[in-house]
T-cell receptor, first 115, second 113 residues
């Protein structure tokens, strides 16, 4: 069974450009999460989908970030326009049940560098 | 507010030596606690989790962790380090009623031959 897949694995863009990250969760997982790790710091929660609905987006930094989950399947995270401080590794995770009770499976992450 | 503190961003041990990675948490209610590991070029993988059952939790690859409420700690141990254990380890807390993890800053483990 395929795990959580993220692409691209790396992206280098200039400040002001737009980038879209994609996450394909494990098939059948209703819960999908986005996290971000800025270099040297902790992995921070961004948002949580249950199927296609945003359950919690309290961690989204600002309105330059837009997450969607089409039909409750894959998800995209768009950053527009990108700023230097957006650089980091973006992780996607999915789980069958709520994270507190079940294991969340993580993807390899997308390393975003804004120059 | 919940928080997780991992002491030591880098830990080096000799092959065959004890591995001890420290994690302290802050939570106003009994937490659920997790250890994840990230091997190079891979995603985070669950090592073990504590969800209010036994306080000594055994995980994969010979790792275990003990939940100590009085010390608010959940330290990760392994009796004998292998070269393959070199990775970054993350402690995380998730409170009942929430769906998100709060992670520590991670500890990078280096195993010396």
């Amino acid at each position: 069974e395929a795990g959580v897949t993220q692409f691209p694995s790396h992206s280098v863009i200039e400040k002001g450009q737009t980038v879209t990250l994609r996450c394909d969760p494990i098939s059948g997982h209703d819960n999908l999460y986005w996290y971000r790790r800025v270099m040297g710091k902790e992995i921070k929660f961004l948002l949580h989908f249950v199927k296609e609905s945003k359950q919690d987006e309290s961690g989204m930094p600002n309105n330059r970030f837009l997450a969607e989950r089409t039909g409750g399947t894959y998800s995209t995270l768009k950053v527009q326009p990108a700023e230097l401080e957006d650089s980091g590794v973006y992780f996607c995770a999915s789980s069958q049940g709520p994270a507190r009770n079940t294991e969340a499976f993580f993807g390899q992450g997308t390393r975003l560098t804004v120059v | 507010a919940q928080s997780v503190t991992q002491l030591g961003s880098h830990v080096s041990v000799s092959e065959g030596a004890l591995v001890l990675l420290r994690c302290n948490y802050s939570s106003s209610v009994p937490p659920y606690l997790f250890w994840y590991v990230q091997y190079p070029n891979q995603g985070l993988q669950l090592l073990l989790k504590y969800t209010s059952a036994a306080t000594l939790v055994k995980g994969i690859n010979g790792f275990e962790a003990e939940f100590k409420k009085s010390e608010t700690s959940f330290h990760l141990t392994k009796p004998s380090a292998h070269m393959s254990d070199a990775a970054e380890y993350f402690c995380a807390v998730s409170q009942p009623g929430t769906y998100k993890y709060i992670f520590g800053t991670g500890t990078r483990l280096k195993v010396l031959a």
